[in-house]
């Protein structure tokens, strides 16, 4: 089958792999859409290593063409949503942790272009299918759809790490696509003030559609300066980091009130350390917690998704600006992605 693939290091292109097999409890899925992701251009450039041949991608909506025998939920012919995350949901680490997210190690739950081939190709492998893959109803787009499998799921768990909670004030730092669905999730859960740091004019108006109350832009002043001005100097309630290098904790504990919370949902590259203010910080006993995680998976949580936006709760499609026709068109939409032009949110690529 065809698939695009890291080459190594900063190296993609187009290769032939064998069709993957589906174990007793698997599936094969086809893609009838997919998404480039600004992590694909971080593993392409090495942050999680050097890879050869992996095939790319984890973020798809597609329709499954074969099942393991012991699968009983799901179906072929199915048009079905994909996680990003695939949890092992017979192992230890889920029944210790109840994270699936790293059920057979840290981060293992990740799997798609990381562990194994990702989505960018003529068919996928997908682990304990019944468990991680959600049927797509009809009445749903294929853009929303494929929105749900990263950005939607990952954007409200930054919502979930801060503990977000109604009247709270909170400040997104980075208002790209998984930011501005934290913004949207924050205002699900009833946050009061809703800060987005941004700068790209398409980015500020889309974080107003989702429920952004306030905008500070970052390359005309101090974020730490405009948001301690507009909380009276107590700070936010809630920080969700998003996006920025290994600096932005500085800005995100100096912002947080005594006793709030960071949700990092941001995937850092680059240093080996992250620092943190120690002052800012209360010299460690601030009460400013620190909370990093990566979304979960599964189909649960898809369906749940799937929910909010079949009750017009959240439109997920308004993240899509640039929509390509076409298997081949794969490359070109990840370039899109690694330039990021002042108009784009986020690229999708439709096969069917």
């Not at 992590?39 to 992996?54: F, P, Q, V, W, Y």
């Not at 936006?309 to 899109?336: M, N, W």
Request: proline share 5%; hydrophobic share 45%.
């Amino acid at each position: 089958m065809k698939a695009f693939a890291m080459l190594g290091i900063g190296s993609v292109g187009w290769i032939e792999k064998e069709k993957p097999v589906a174990g007793p409890y698997d599936a094969i899925v086809k893609p009838i859409a997919f998404a480039p992701c600004t992590s694909d251009i971080h593993t392409i450039e090495g942050a999680i290593g050097d890879r050869k041949n992996l095939v790319l991608g984890h973020e798809s909506v597609g329709e499954v063409v074969e099942v393991g025998s012991e699968v009983k939920y799901i179906k072929p012919g199915d048009r079905v949503v994909v996680p990003a995350i695939t949890p092992d949901w017979r192992s230890v680490e889920l029944q210790d942790t109840g994270l699936g997210q790293h059920s057979g190690g840290m981060l293992a739950g990740w799997k798609f272009s990381n562990i194994k081939d990702g989505v960018f190709s003529e068919y996928f492998h997908v682990n304990d299918g019944d468990m991680n893959l959600a049927v797509l109803p009809d009445g749903i787009t294929l853009e929303a759809a494929v929105m749900l499998t990263d950005m939607v799921t990952t954007g409200f768990h930054g919502v979930e790490l801060a503990n977000v909670e109604y009247g709270d004030t909170v400040v997104v730092l980075g208002i790209g696509p998984v930011g501005l669905m934290s913004v949207a999730g924050a205002q699900l859960m009833g946050a009061g003030r809703i800060v987005g740091v941004g700068s790209r004019p398409a980015l500020i108006e889309a974080a107003k559609f989702y429920g952004a109350t306030d905008i500070v832009n970052y390359r005309e002043r101090s974020v730490v300066d405009r948001v301690l001005e507009m909380t009276n100097n107590r700070g936010a309630d809630k920080v969700i980091v998003a996006g920025g290098n290994c600096d932005i904790l500085i800005d995100a504990v100096k912002i947080l009130k005594a006793g709030g919370a960071i949700g990092n949902i941001n995937y850092f590259g680059g240093d080996e350390f992250i620092p943190i203010p120690r002052e800012a910080w209360g010299v460690g006993m601030g009460h400013k917690a620190i909370n990093g995680g990566l979304t979960p998976g599964g189909r649960v949580r898809m369906e749940r998704l799937i929910e909010l936006v079949k009750y017009s709760r959240l439109d997920p499609g308004k993240l899509v600006t640039h929509v390509f026709y076409g298997f081949d068109k794969i490359e070109e939409a990840l370039q899109l992605m690694k330039e990021k032009p002042a108009d784009l949110i986020k690229p999708v690529v439709l096969i069917d």
